[in-house]
């Protein structure tokens, strides 16, 4: 009986060592794979991060050699033209000449629209909130929607990587806006409150759903906004209106 007690014990440790080990098994299979996909995302993070300060690097380099070399030659081109306009007698001649110079002026304009859309020169020198005014009173001057910015603030004292991926972030919102949005007026505010800025986008285009679009979107400027709030680490929460949309975007000052 006593013989009976004791492998009955033995069969009880022995089925608790057992359950123990599975269980200490478990935990190490469940904690490698945590740690796993943690660093994976850390390296998604930091791709990315490298991806968009790439394309960064590149814009800037590419409106630098545009400003610089094509937009000198055109207006030494321009220049030259309206001295041989000047010298000129020949009527047919001074006429062909204007229309050569209307054409490189033309020429010039687009290629400092490129080179704006590049990377605006207003951004670094004179900060975000300067450049974004000065970007809605281009598009204003373009296109028949009115965009309006609304502030109290001077400064917008964050890093210029953030202040460029918001103005890029921005510059997807509109660009859809105004393709897509069928908007006849959008206002972005921007407000500091407990050492966050908030930036509410607000426009009184078609409705939408951000999220549910991102997903079956096959386009790159949904895309682009997530990776680049990815990047700030900053989140879009999508307001309740009852007209048009309303987003905001946070983003706490270091």
Do not use: W
Not at 9 to 28: R, Y
Not at 78 to 86: D, I, Q, T
């Amino acid at each position: 009986m006593e013989s009976t007690n004791q492998v009955g014990t033995l069969i009880l440790i022995g089925t608790g060592l057992i359950t123990l080990l599975v269980l200490f098994v478990l935990f190490l299979a469940v904690f490698y794979q945590t740690n796993m996909m943690k660093v994976k995302r850390k390296e998604a993070e930091l791709l990315l991060k490298t991806s968009l300060e790439s394309e960064k690097m590149e814009r800037k380099r590419i409106a630098a050699d545009i400003h610089d070399g094509v937009s000198g030659d055109l207006n030494a081109i321009r220049n030259f033209l309206s001295v041989l306009y000047k010298t000129e007698q020949d009527e047919e001649k001074k006429s062909l000449f204007e229309e050569i110079k209307s054409g490189v002026e033309a020429a010039l304009e687009n290629t400092r629209l490129v080179s704006y859309k590049l990377m605006p020169p207003l951004l670094e020198s004179s900060g975000f909130i300067v450049a974004l005014q000065d970007y809605f009173d281009r598009i204003n001057s373009k296109t028949i929607a009115n965009f309006s910015l609304e502030t109290d603030l001077v400064f917008f004292d964050v890093s210029n990587e953030i202040s460029y991926e918001l103005f890029r972030i921005i510059q997807e919102f509109t660009t859809n806006m105004i393709k897509y949005g069928n908007i006849t007026k959008c206002s972005i505010g921007i407000t500091f409150e407990e050492k966050v800025y908030n930036i509410i986008i607000t426009d009184d285009g078609t409705p939408y759903n951000f999220k549910e679009l991102y997903q079956v979107s096959k386009g790159t400027g949904l895309k682009n906004i997530n990776s680049r709030l990815k990047v700030i680490e900053s989140v879009l929460k999508q307001k309740n209106v009852s007209d048009g949309n309303q987003f905001l975007i946070s983003i706490k000052k270091v």
